[in-house]
């Protein structure tokens, strides 16, 4: 005997919590606007009309780390501003997701010399890695939807 046959025709909806609180982080995550180089160009134009990131969420970029929950560091890192990077993710509030997009952010891309960061991953967690140089807008979004899935996969007990 299944809820629907107990139940009736009461409209009642069963969802497990951990489904519901994965479900509205996903739709609900604020990109922090941190454009470096030239990924930023690309950043910008998926936030735009043709593409419109605000489908899945995001209306627009913040400014402020204090109010956003994704980081998309877009370009290549300096060592200079590594530590910039750093005091902004600290101030984002839990959970917080990160996002290399392109291949200067990811692996140092064609800068390989001691004043760029070889990965941004040497200074914060990165969740998703988005490929290219500079990643199409469709590369980006094809990386916000990975990383949808990977927060929806995410169990109660791996939030401690």
Request: charged share 20%.
């Amino acid at each position: 005997m299944g809820v629907e046959q107990k139940l009736g025709d009461m409209g009642v909806v069963t969802h497990r919590l951990e489904d519901v609180i994965n479900w509205s982080r996903t739709r609900a995550m604020w990109p922090m606007l941190f454009g470096l180089a030239c990924c930023a160009i690309e950043m910008m134009a998926a936030q735009a009309s043709h593409y419109d990131m605000s489908r899945f969420g995001m209306e627009l970029m913040r400014a402020s780390p204090r109010q956003s929950d994704l980081m998309i560091v877009a370009g290549r890192v300096t060592r200079k501003m590594a530590p910039v990077l750093r005091r902004l993710y600290d101030q984002m509030p839990d959970p917080k997701w990160v996002i290399s997009m392109g291949d200067c952010a990811s692996c140092g891309g064609v800068f390989n010399n001691y004043a760029v960061v070889q990965g941004v991953d040497e200074v914060v967690p990165v969740d998703v890695y988005v490929a290219g140089c500079p990643p199409r807008p469709e590369a980006l979004i094809h990386g916000i939807v990975t990383l949808y899935e990977k927060v929806q996969a995410e169990k109660m007990k791996d939030w401690a």
